[in-house]
């Protein structure tokens, strides 16, 4: 048969799926920044500034758990079923923070709702990459992940509207619905993985459905090995001689891009307030970062597809680093939202471009594994930046997260400026045009 051409078009059913996974996902991870002061404000509850953060660093530890499964299994178990898999887990564990009467359930449930997130994002990521025409992998990863920022402002938006007059917990519950909008979509019309499908030895599948979108059909080397040792061997070849020094780089940015997107989710509601502005203000900066990270990822991937996503992302990290110094100032409101706004657009695209460039990295056979690690690892530092803005809030030191952002945003640029020193010399050349390998 005659296969459609591979562009936007043929993707687009695949990226509006995966959007709209990655949109709960978002409204999810960014739901108790947003309802973050109501709680502490609840005496029923009893969490402290302390005790907020710990339970921030037990979501993106769950993250890091999910990540690292999923990235894992994904090209033994198919990913349709994880994608399933992961909603539902992360809908139910907002289901448990909703009707949590303590500080440790409600962790516990967050604990629940990160396993199912952190196996989300690289399954998505993973499936656009699969599906994107060809140099056209960082647009339409930037395009996914605007999604995750639409949800943070769903999700700011109901901490302004719900939580004051129904309270927090009817937040949560919003956060349970994913499960009955999104699953039911994704069982009857997501198609899976060509390369997986081949990898089961389901050659008939995998031609059909890389002739209905238009790819090429995939070969066996392009295909995931498949057994325990078709999975060890994939996280083997992330330290070929050609990705060996520039994995644990990657690793490393990942670090310090998710402590900035995970730190400023979760406190920059609680920094913004101890900096002086009132609640409804300080509510709103989540809803304006969110905001400009859209415009950002817009901007980043376009850029990205022309001069390579290293060279953004490093770029990206620096601008982020000079925002959050801006924000540690006592500017007019006006002007402050400025600064929200910029930083906004450029500091969860640096992350984003992160993951963009393993795309460039990265063999087809190896991608799902090294994007799934990259998230994996870099969720250590989702732990550390809600454990970190904990412990200065409770310190007394909150607009000290700024300058501890900053420092994340310089570590996170440097890793980046490395990679294409540390990548073998086809590989190199490839991060280097923005090209696959």
Same mark, same amino acid.
């Given at each position: 048969?005659?296969?459609?051409?591979?562009?936007?078009?043929?993707?687009?059913?695949?990226?509006?799926? =995966?959007?709209?996974?990655?949109?709960?996902?978002?409204?999810?991870?960014?739901?108790?920044?947003?309802?973050?002061?109501?709680?502490?404000?609840?005496?029923?509850?009893?969490?402290?500034?302390?005790? @907020?953060?710990?339970?921030?660093?037990?979501?993106?530890?769950?993250?890091?758990?999910?990540?690292?499964?999923?990235?894992?299994?994904?090209?033994?178990?198919?990913?349709?079923?994880?994608?399933?898999?992961?909603?539902?887990?992360?809908?139910?564990?907002?289901?448990? =923070? $909703?009707?949590?009467?303590?500080?440790?359930?409600?962790?516990?449930?967050?604990?629940?709702?990160?396993?199912?997130?952190?196996?989300?994002?690289?399954? %998505?990521?993973?499936?656009?990459?699969?599906?994107?025409?060809?140099?056209?992998?960082?647009?339409?990863?930037?395009?996914?992940?605007?999604?995750?920022?639409?949800?943070?402002?769903?999700?700011?938006?109901?901490?302004?509207?719900?939580?004051?007059?129904?309270?927090?917990?009817?937040?949560?519950?919003?956060?349970?619905?994913?499960? /009955?909008?999104?699953?039911?979509?994704?069982?009857?019309?997501?198609?899976?993985?060509?390369?997986?499908?081949?990898?089961?030895?389901?050659?008939?599948?995998?031609?059909?459905? @890389?002739?209905? *979108?238009?790819?090429?059909?995939?070969?066996?080397?392009?295909?995931?090995?498949?057994?325990?040792?078709?999975?060890?061997?994939?996280?083997?070849?992330?330290? $070929?001689?050609?990705?060996?020094?520039a994995t644990p780089l990657l690793w490393l940015a990942s670090f310090s891009g998710l402590l900035l997107v995970y730190g400023v989710s979760t406190w920059l509601p609680q920094m913004m307030r101890a900096n002086g502005y009132d609640l409804g203000s300080s509510v709103s900066f989540?809803? #304006?970062?969110?905001?400009?990270?859209? #415009?950002?990822?817009?901007?980043?991937?376009?850029? @990205?597809?022309?001069?390579?996503?290293?060279?953004?992302?490093?770029?990206?990290?620096?601008?982020?680093?000079?925002?959050?110094?801006?924000?540690?100032?006592?500017?007019?409101?006006?002007?402050? !939202?400025?600064?929200? $706004? %910029?930083?906004?657009?450029?500091?969860?695209?640096?992350?984003?471009?992160? !993951?963009?460039?393993?795309?460039?990295? *990265?063999?087809?056979?190896?991608?799902?594994?090294?994007?799934?690690?990259?998230?994996?690892?870099?969720?250590?530092?989702?732990?550390?930046?809600?454990?970190?803005?904990? /412990?200065?809030?409770?310190?007394?030191?909150?607009?000290?997260?700024?300058?501890?952002?900053?420092?994340?945003?310089?570590?996170? $640029?440097?890793?980046?400026? %490395? /990679?294409?020193?540390?990548?073998?010399?086809?590989?190199?050349?490839?991060?280097?045009?923005?090209?696959?390998?």
């Amino acid at each position: 048969m005659t296969s459609p051409p591979h562009t936007f078009r043929t993707v687009f059913p695949v990226l509006a799926l =995966c959007w709209l996974a990655v949109f709960f996902d978002g409204m999810d991870v960014n739901i108790y920044g947003a309802v973050m002061p109501h709680m502490l404000d609840d005496p029923g509850l009893g969490l402290t500034p302390a005790s @907020a953060g710990t339970i921030g660093s037990w979501t993106t530890f769950g993250m890091l758990i999910g990540a690292l499964v999923a990235g894992n299994v994904t090209d033994w178990l198919g990913r349709r079923p994880l994608l399933v898999a992961s909603i539902t887990l992360f809908s139910f564990g907002s289901a448990l =923070c $909703a009707l949590a009467a303590s500080p440790a359930s409600f962790g516990a449930g967050r604990f629940v709702a990160g396993l199912g997130l952190g196996g989300l994002m690289p399954l %998505c990521l993973a499936m656009v990459m699969e599906f994107a025409p060809p140099r056209r992998a960082a647009l339409t990863t930037g395009l996914l992940m605007t999604s995750y920022h639409a949800g943070g402002m769903a999700a700011t938006g109901l901490g302004l509207t719900v939580a004051p007059s129904a309270g927090w917990r009817w937040v949560f519950w919003a956060g349970a619905l994913p499960a /009955v909008v999104a699953v039911p979509l994704l069982l009857k019309l997501l198609p899976e993985s060509p390369g997986v499908l081949l990898a089961r030895g389901d050659r008939g599948r995998a031609d059909a459905v @890389a002739d209905r *979108y238009g790819l090429p059909r995939p070969t066996p080397v392009e295909a995931p090995a498949a057994g325990a040792r078709g999975r060890l061997d994939a996280v083997r070849a992330l330290f $070929a001689p050609g990705s060996r020094w520039a994995t644990p780089l990657l690793w490393l940015a990942s670090f310090s891009g998710l402590l900035l997107v995970y730190g400023v989710s979760t406190w920059l509601p609680q920094m913004m307030r101890a900096n002086g502005y009132d609640l409804g203000s300080s509510v709103s900066f989540l809803l #304006v970062i969110n905001a400009g990270g859209i #415009v950002g990822l817009l901007i980043a991937g376009r850029t @990205a597809d022309r001069f390579g996503a290293v060279r953004v992302s490093a770029i990206w990290f620096v601008l982020t680093a000079a925002g959050a110094l801006l924000l540690k100032s006592q500017l007019p409101l006006g002007w402050t !939202y400025v600064v929200v $706004a %910029c930083t906004g657009v450029v500091l969860f695209s640096a992350q984003v471009m992160v !993951y963009a460039a393993t795309n460039t990295l *990265y063999r087809d056979s190896e991608r799902a594994a090294g994007l799934g690690w990259v998230a994996g690892v870099g969720r250590t530092g989702a732990v550390f930046g809600p454990w970190l803005g904990g /412990v200065l809030a409770a310190s007394g030191h909150d607009t000290w997260g700024f300058t501890a952002f900053a420092l994340a945003g310089l570590l996170g $640029a440097a890793a980046m400026v %490395c /990679v294409p020193l540390a990548a073998g010399a086809t590989r190199q050349r490839a991060v280097a045009k923005g090209s696959p390998v």
